[in-house]
């Protein structure tokens, strides 16, 4: 079914109410879509300064208050233990359980951080008349791990994870131009073609999601991507951390057009 014209709070009643359990691209378009990173109180300053520090794939939207699973700021009748498709936990850096809420694992130590998803872009991309082939072809978004160091702070550091979409250079060129004015959801790539120079050796194995076709005449298009909390939290080992599932968003009720900055 295609989701593009509902409103966040329709996908969201029906993520929670377990009817829909799949990625989230393409859904309500217009609509600031947001990864999800959730630690104990003892971590959540270090991982705070973390995204200061690392503002590309790791933009600040939203966090919660100790114990709360509500994003007051984002979306202040959600509630983030079941209104995420699928969540993954973490325990000492192993992915140990993949769910569809986290009620059995929430306490009152808990705080979530919502960063900007490159999906809130797809939008103003697809209105550009430029194709998202992920979108096109029906799968989640093609995910990578890279050899770019994230700046460390505190006990957090660990290598950047990136999303690629193909395109033909022209339209690449116009992608950079949209996502330019969006920051707070990525902002503009940080590679454009050969994939080895940012530690990338099998275009064709992404780490997260699945493989995208690239076709004769197109490149790969790299964006900072907001699963990098997932490599950090493989790289750190942290005794336990709650994830989004990649690819599986939170929708909150921000307009992608608040987030544009020109």
């Not at 208050?65 to 993954?88: C, F, H, K, V, W």
């Not at 005449?217 to 991507?225: D, S």
Request: aromatic share 10%; hydrophobic share 40%.
């Amino acid at each position: 079914m295609n989701y593009a014209d509902f409103t966040p709070k329709q996908v969201r009643q029906l993520v929670h109410d377990g009817k829909i359990s799949v990625p989230t691209s393409g859904m309500c378009n217009g609509y600031a879509q947001a990864n999800m990173a959730i630690l104990p109180k003892e971590l959540a300053f270090d991982f705070l300064l973390f995204c200061q520090r690392n503002k590309k794939p790791c933009p600040l939207l939203d966090v919660t208050e100790a114990g709360s699973p509500i994003p007051r700021l984002t979306a202040p009748t959600a509630d983030l233990r079941y209104d995420i498709p699928r969540y993954r936990i973490y325990r000492h850096g192993e992915l140990t359980d993949e769910v569809d809420n986290i009620a059995p694992y929430w306490s009152n130590d808990l705080v979530a951080f919502l960063l900007g998803c490159s999906f809130s872009f797809e939008s103003p991309l697809l209105e550009a008349g430029l194709e998202i082939r992920h979108i096109t072809d029906n799968h989640n978004v093609p995910m990578y791990l890279t050899n770019i160091e994230c700046i460390p702070a505190g006990v957090f550091h660990g290598p950047m994870v990136v999303s690629m979409r193909p395109m033909k250079p022209a339209d690449a060129i116009r992608a950079i131009q949209i996502t330019t004015r969006m920051p707070f959801v990525h902002g503009a790539p940080i590679h454009l073609g050969n994939p080895e120079m940012i530690g990338i050796k099998d275009i064709d194995k992404p780490d997260f999601g699945e493989p995208s076709k690239i076709y004769d005449g197109e490149i790969p298009v790299f964006w900072a991507c907001g699963v990098t909390p997932q490599s950090i939290a493989m790289t750190v080992k942290p005794a336990f951390m709650i994830t989004h599932a990649p690819g599986y968003m939170f929708i909150t009720d921000i307009p992608n057009a608040q987030l544009a900055i020109m």
